[in-house]
């Protein structure tokens, strides 16, 4: 069983940053495709940032936070993280953590899809005022 616990949300004023961690109970994370995702009130759940398990990994991001937010992970300690810098009222939402992968290839048109990520953490909220 895999759980996945997210930290680090807060309220900030706009321009403001933060930066959320995601830590896994298990090793395997270090081998799987991880993301972040958001819902804000009466909106869908969106997918933010994505990354892949290789050395070099590769990164996908949604258009609306390309060059504001940063999307990276630790290993060693089984962490995922999501820098977020410039940040906007717009981005206010829970944001929540995903690992794992049981769709096709991952790619730029797959891998912000929360349908193919199997584990998920609880959410840390995020405010920007």
């Known amino acids: 069983h895999v759980q996945l616990v997210e930290s680090g949300g807060g309220s900030v004023q706009t321009g403001g940053s933060l930066k959320l961690s995601c830590t896994a109970s298990a090793s395997f994370v270090r081998v799987t495709y991880m993301a972040w995702f958001r819902q804000a009130p009466g909106k869908e759940r969106e997918g933010v940032a994505a990354i892949s398990p290789a050395s070099g990994e590769t990164t996908y991001y949604t258009d609306s936070v390309k060059g504001r937010f940063t999307i990276s992970r630790d290993k060693a300690k089984n962490t995922l993280y999501l820098q977020m810098n410039s940040l906007k009222p717009e981005d206010t939402a829970m944001y929540y953590c995903?690992?794992?992968?049981?769709?096709?290839?991952?790619?730029?048109?797959?891998?912000?899809?929360?349908?193919?990520?199997?584990?998920w953490g609880q959410g840390t909220q995020v405010t920007v005022s």
């Open positions: 995903a690992a794992g992968w049981t769709g096709g290839k991952w790619d730029s048109g797959t891998a912000l899809m929360t349908r193919w990520y199997p584990y």
